[in-house]
């Protein structure tokens, strides 16, 4: 409260030019008039599918490939290494090939926010199959549990807290591609409302979707950690016995 009435206080005092910095009355009227007319709802739920089926089929992916590495050494001193490298490529860096291999239809849009979801989950949860205690995997052993079973019973429990990390940062990340993928030709979302507001020189506009962003992604967040914190229960039982 205590920030947006000296943002009120500076815009209104005009220390910083309304160019640079819209007055927070500004932004509300922008948000009150897209929301009323639905303009920005519509913009926002095709922003929120394209981030809903990138995440999906990311961190699918992820389970996946993060699953093998995590379980096998072999396949970890393959894999891991080519995916550390391409880790390290930014984001915005593949929106070239993207558009030169898939063009700029949704497609392209939702393989890029997915190559973005893939790697925090993929990192977490590999480290997190491959950090659990060599004590409960020997009980497995000994119980006669090997292949898919000793992962079902043993290292995917043990690595859950570990996966719920992955995905709450692969969502975060998610919802800061959107942007470039929509720079990709989209006619289209939030990123396209924001790019439009730069374009024609509307601060206020891009203040507003600014404001939706951190909301959007706050709320999928607050989704997944509230889904977290139910999956891992067994947790806080621990820790209330402990």
Not at 25 to 36: F, G, I, K, T
Not at 140 to 156: A, D, M, P, S
């Amino acid at each position: 409260m205590l920030l947006l009435s000296g943002w009120q206080f500076t815009s209104t005092q005009q220390f910083i030019d309304p160019v640079l910095l819209p007055s927070p009355s500004e932004v509300a009227e922008v948000l009150y008039r897209l929301s009323s007319s639905g303009e920005m709802f519509r913009h926002l739920a095709i922003s929120f599918q394209r981030v809903s089926l990138g995440f999906a089929f990311g961190s699918a992916a992820a389970i996946v490939f993060a699953s093998i590495t995590g379980y096998s050494t072999v396949w970890r001193s393959i894999i891991d290494p080519t995916v550390h490298a391409l880790r390290t490529v930014p984001g915005l860096a593949w929106i070239p090939m993207f558009i030169l291999w898939f063009g700029i239809d949704e497609f392209s849009k939702v393989s890029l926010i997915a190559l973005a979801a893939f790697f925090p989950t993929y990192l977490n949860l590999m480290s997190g199959i491959a950090r659990v205690d060599r004590r409960l995997i020997e009980v497995g052993l000994i119980n006669r549990l090997t292949g898919f079973r000793l992962i079902k019973t043993i290292l995917f429990p043990s690595s859950l807290p570990f996966l719920f990390i992955g995905l709450r940062q692969s969502m975060g990340v998610c919802w800061l591609v959107v942007v470039g993928a929509e720079l990709m030709g989209a006619s289209s979302g939030v990123g396209y409302l924001l790019m439009d507001g730069e374009m024609t020189g509307r601060p206020e506009i891009i203040v507003a979707c600014m404001i939706v962003f951190a909301l959007s992604g706050k709320t999928t967040d607050w989704i997944l950690a509230c889904l977290a914190a139910k999956a891992l229960h067994w947790q806080e039982v621990r820790e209330h016995m402990s």
